[in-house]
């Protein structure tokens, strides 16, 4: 049974960072594409970063250079550390994975999903 669980989530000032962490089970890491979502209220998820199988990074236009996104293959594990946080990046985030790159780039539902966690940032 796949399970991806995310976490660290909260309420911070603007400027302020969080660290959210995604624990997965039935899904090694390693072998899937992983990255994070968000969507924004009455709006469709967006991708916000994604580690493909090999290492490489890539990121939505909005948070370079204020997020990372890192990933701990031994544990099975999914990161993503935002700084500068700002009040347009209050969402709820989601930890995914997927198979393919196709996949996960257009955030299929067939992909596996977290159940969210929520970051608001107030100004």
């Known amino acids: 049974q796949v399970q991806l669980v995310e976490s660290g989530g909260g309420s911070v000032q603007a400027g302020g960072s969080l660290r959210l962490s995604c624990v997965t089970s039935?899904?090694?890491?390693?072998?899937?594409?992983m990255g994070w979502f968000r969507q924004f209220l009455g709006k469709e998820r967006q991708g916000v970063a994604t580690?493909?199988?090999?290492?490489?990074?890539t990121y939505a236009d909005s948070v370079k250079g204020r997020f990372a996104i890192s990933r701990d293959n031994a544990n099975n594990a999914l990161y993503l550390q935002m700084n500068n946080l700002k009040p347009e990046d209050t969402a709820m985030y989601y930890c995914?994975?997927?198979?393919?790159?196709?996949?996960?780039?257009?955030?299929?539902?067939?992909?596996?999903w977290g159940q969210g966690t929520q970051v608001t940032v107030s100004s």
């Open positions: 995914a994975a997927a198979p393919t790159l196709a996949q996960m780039i257009r955030g299929y539902e067939s992909n596996f």
């Open positions: 039935g899904v090694t890491s390693g072998s899937f594409y």
């Open positions: 580690i493909h199988r090999d290492g490489v990074i």
